[in-house]
């Protein structure tokens, strides 16, 4: 694998459930990043992660929640998700999170909560 | 707060034609600016980046962008469309903060290129 990774790419689920996304770069960088992209709006930023610790967190709803174990992987924990919260969800990673590193985005999980 | 306003939901263009797309940005500071592509079904890919160095940025598959600081402005062009480009692109801009380098996008370009 190259890049970044995210699976699974799509995911149904109800409002009740508890279910996980997963980012994984292979890129050696040391910041990771998760991006909600819903139809007619700009990409919202929702956490940002340096050396496995948060560094931003983008007044984002508690039923989302992250966990970065290591450089190299990112999760997005879901729980009691509101139909609203339909969206891709992208990751991304770059070099640092302080500077104009490029951020390499994965390819994203489109995510349907009914 | 910096923003991006980019001007056109959708373009259209025949192939062969020239390729325009707009982005004026806002910010208080100095600004690093950022075009992105997104084909179907994928993330983001970088086609370009200005870091205060050269105004006149040059990206990949044929595509350019030229800063200007007194129209605020970050337009993406290309001289000749071609089918490939049928893409939603995206300009952003950064600013670093305490809580690291943040990018903030505009709502996106839809470019349809046509025979």
């Known amino acids: 694998e190259t890049g970044v990774t995210q699976t699974p790419r799509h995911l149904v689920m109800g409002m009740t459930n508890k279910k996980s996304l997963k980012c994984e770069q292979h890129?050696?960088?040391?910041?990771m990043y998760w991006y909600k992209q819903s139809a007619k709006k700009p990409l919202e930023l929702m956490f940002v992660?340096?050396?496995?610790?948060?560094?931003e967190n983008n007044s984002v709803p508690s039923r989302f929640s992250p966990e970065c174990p290591n450089s190299s992987h990112l999760f997005l924990h879901l729980h009691t998700l509101q139909p609203e919260d339909s969206a891709l969800y992208l990751c991304?990673?770059?070099?640092?999170?302080?500077?104009?590193?490029?951020?390499?985005f994965g390819p994203g999980t489109r995510l349907t909560v009914l | 707060a910096q923003s991006v306003t980019q001007l056109g939901s959708h373009v259209s263009v025949s192939e062969g034609a020239l390729v325009l797309l707009r982005c004026n940005y806002s910010s208080s500071v100095p600004p690093y600016l950022f075009w992105y592509v997104q084909y179907p079904n994928q993330g983001l890919q970088l086609l370009l980046k200005y870091t205060s160095a050269a105004t006149l940025v040059k990206g990949i598959n044929g595509f350019e962008a030229e800063f200007k600081k007194s129209e605020t402005s970050f337009h993406l062009t290309k001289p000749s469309a071609h089918m490939s480009d049928a893409a939603e692109y995206f300009c952003a801009v950064s600013v670093l903060t305490g809580g690291g380098n943040k990018l903030t996008f505009g709502t996106g370009t839809q470019l349809k290129v046509e025979l």
């Open positions: 890129l050696g960088h040391n910041a």
């Open positions: 991304a990673s770059s070099q640092e999170a302080w500077g104009t590193d490029t951020q390499y």
């Open positions: 992660y340096s050396l496995e610790e948060r560094v």
